[in-house]
């Protein structure tokens, strides 16, 4: 996932198709697994939904066809597509592989929608039928069919999936072998982890030449250097407002983290990638951690700030 604007002029959702003989399991009810399991309600599909932390799909549960289950083989019980969404390798492997895992349930296939190493889902479509699919948009977009996919693996996979994901997003583009999906996803993270930091260092070396931060980030948004994503974070910026986060502060750092590891895999020098990792890596272990990614702002300000 990729916190940005909530939506644009022009992008109302369409009418949700009919998944009505569908069986799909969702495992990970965050903003982003929370947001599809919601659209593919819509559809009609059956939904066995999963969360490590109970009570996830409370605002779920009670609607037809939509049952809360304990764990995740249970989710891909019975299911033709089981969607994965949690936050990183370790979680991905124990919900695909653990003791309970879907894989106990033999599902026939795996979309994991995690932003994790090419790695790791390489190994992971060795135990099961998967595709990585990296993921652009917010809990928004996910709850309004309008997410964009970028996938790796089998295109018979992807023929199989193809309905699933055509619900949920806009745009599904296949990119090649296991991998690939990931491989862009995290390049697309890096841009916005690099734009992030960018926003978060012209705002403080404007304040240091005394001027205010407010007007300062409101003449980015209304310039032609920003993207609608820099828009949006800037307002965020600007009014220090950092809680019910689109994208974590540490799960960017995580996925910056990943363009490090892929750099250095590569044999690559990227000064930027590195500070922007460095930064985000610095930043994560503190209380900013669980915050917006935009709160990465307050790494550069005036202490007494910090944390807010």
């Avoid at 995690?114 to 990296?134: Q, Y």
Wanted: glycine share 12%; aromatic share 2%; proline share 6%.
């Amino acid at each position: 996932m990729t916190g940005g604007p909530p939506g644009r002029p022009g992008s109302a959702p369409g009418p949700a198709p009919d998944l009505s003989a569908w069986t799909v399991g969702v495992v990970g009810l965050g903003t982003m697994g929370g947001g599809m399991a919601a659209r593919l309600a819509d559809t009609g599909a059956r939904l066995r939904l999963h969360n490590r932390t109970a009570g996830r799909a409370a605002g779920l549960a009670g609607r037809p066809r939509v049952t809360e289950v304990a764990t995740p083989a249970e989710a891909a019980l019975g299911a033709h597509l089981v969607l994965v969404s949690v936050a990183d390798d370790d979680a991905l492997a124990e919900v695909v592989t653990g003791p309970e895992g879907v894989s106990a349930a033999d599902p026939p296939l795996v979309v994991n929608a995690t932003t994790v190493s090419p790695e790791v889902v390489r190994a992971l479509g060795e135990r099961v039928p998967l595709l990585d699919a990296g993921v652009l948009g917010n809990g928004e977009h996910a709850r309004s069919g309008q997410l964009r996919w970028y996938v790796g693996g089998d295109a018979a996979l992807l023929d199989r999936a193809r309905p699933v994901l055509d619900a949920l997003g806009r745009q599904v583009l296949h990119l090649g072998p296991a991998g690939t999906g990931m491989a862009l996803k995290i390049a697309l993270n890096l841009l916005m982890g690099i734009e992030m930091q960018a926003l978060a260092e012209v705002a403080a070396l404007a304040e240091g030449a005394g001027l205010d931060r407010t007007t300062t980030l409101d003449a980015v948004a209304e310039s032609g250097f920003a993207a609608p994503v820099m828009r949006y974070k800037a307002a965020r910026m600007a009014r220090r407002s950092y809680d019910r986060p689109d994208f974590r502060l540490r799960l960017m750092a995580k996925d910056l983290a990943l363009a490090a590891a892929q750099m250095d895999a590569a044999g690559l020098v990227l000064p930027v990638t590195r500070a922007a990792a460095d930064t985000h890596a610095s930043a994560a272990g503190t209380d900013l951690a669980d915050q917006d990614c935009a709160a990465i702002a307050e790494v550069f300000g005036d202490p007494v700030e910090a944390g807010r």
